[in-house]
C-alpha cells in the first residue's frame, strides 16, 4: 500500500514537471496553444475506447475552440506493459500525436511494446529525476 502510494506520487509530481517544462503553454511564442494536465483530475479527454472516455495524462489542444495538437503519456517501471500498450497507447495513438515518457532504461521494453501491438507514436522520450538538478528528459 505504501510503495503504492510512492509511486502514485512520483508519477503526479512527474506529469506535473514534464508539463511545465515541456509543454509550458501557452507562451510568448504559442500563444494559441494550451497544456490541459488529467492528473490527478481528468480534464480533457481526448476521445473514447470501449466506451470509455481517454484521459492521457498531458494534452495540448489549439485554441480557439479545442483543437487536439498532441498528448503525452507519463509511465513508471512497473506500468510499461501490455495492458498499458493496449488500453491506453494504442487507443491514444489513433486519436492524434503521442509522445511516451518512460524512466531512462525502459526504452528497449517500450519499443519492443510498441512493435508487438503496432502502435505508431510520435516519439519516445525518456525521464529520471537527479537529486540535485532535478528532472532530466531526453528524447530516445
Known amino acids: 500500500m505504501v ?31 494550451e497544456t490541459l494536465v488529467n492528473e490527478p483530475t481528468p480534464r480533457m479527454s481526448v476521445g473514447e475506447h470501449n466506451g470509455k472516455p481517454l484521459y492521457p495524462d498531458i494534452v495540448v489542444v489549439r485554441r480557439p475552440g479545442v483543437w487536439l495538437k498532441m498528448m503525452a503519456e507519463v509511465e513508471t517501471a512497473d506500468s510499461i506493459n501490455d495492458e498499458s500498450a493496449v488500453e491506453q497507447w494504442l487507443p491514444y495513438s489513433k486519436c492524434g500525436d503521442l509522445y511516451l515518457y518512460v524512466p531512462s532504461g525502459c526504452v528497449p521494453e517500450t519499443r519492443a511494446l510498441l512493435k508487438k501491438h503496432g502502435i505508431k507514436v510520435k516519439g519516445i522520450r525518456t525521464w529520471r529525476f537527479r537529486p540535485v538538478w532535478g528532472l532530466d528528459v531526453a528524447e530516445a
Open 3 to 33: 510503495l503504492k502510494y510512492l509511486r502514485d506520487q512520483r508519477h503526479l509530481g512527474t506529469v506535473a514537471e514534464i508539463a511545465k517544462v515541456k509543454f509550458p503553454f501557452p507562451n510568448d511564442e504559442f500563444a494559441d496553444l
